[in-house]
């Protein structure tokens, strides 16, 4: 069974950055998934429901991202597509949360936002934004 496995989270100051990455554990997501699937970031504060953070297609074609993470988050993917990746930049105390990736293997909506349409989930890891 596909395991993802998060890391690259941690302590950052307000106007930093931090990168994290999700890998498949056992294996390479190019065996296991193909151009139509979705891996997606998401997040979760404290005392708040999980939310959406960007989602890309494996074949490239398509990405997304919340209004929150606009323009200052960008999700990318490995050229052997055994690791992707979220480029956090100008991070502020409201980016704090435990993030999580995900694999959705819906084909009906091109990028799902609805933690529901991913079956397969990371740990998760801790992002703290705090002077």
């Known amino acids: 069974q596909v395991q993802l496995v998060e890391a690259g989270g941690g302590l950052v100051q307000p106007g930093g950055s931090l990168r994290l990455s999700c890998g498949v554990s056992?294996?390479?997501?190019?065996?296991?998934?193909?151009?139509?699937?979705?891996m997606g970031w998401f997040r979760q504060a404290p005392g708040k429901e999980r939310e959406f953070v960007a989602g890309?297609?494996?074949?490239?074609?398509?990405?997304l991202y919340s209004d929150s993470v606009k323009r200052r988050f960008k999700i990318s993917s490995a050229n052997d597509k055994s690791t992707f990746y979220l480029q956090m930049n100008s991070l502020t105390p409201e980016d704090s949360a435990v993030y999580y990736c995900?694999?959705?293997?819906?084909?009906?909506?091109?990028?799902?936002?609805?933690?529901?349409?991913?079956?397969?989930w990371g740990q998760g890891t801790k992002v703290t934004v705090s002077s």
């Open positions: 890309i297609k494996w074949s490239g074609s398509r990405s």
């Open positions: 995900a694999r959705s293997t819906n084909l009906t909506v091109v990028v799902p936002t609805g933690p529901n349409y991913y079956g397969t």
């Open positions: 056992g294996g390479t997501f190019s065996s296991v998934t193909t151009a139509y699937e979705t």
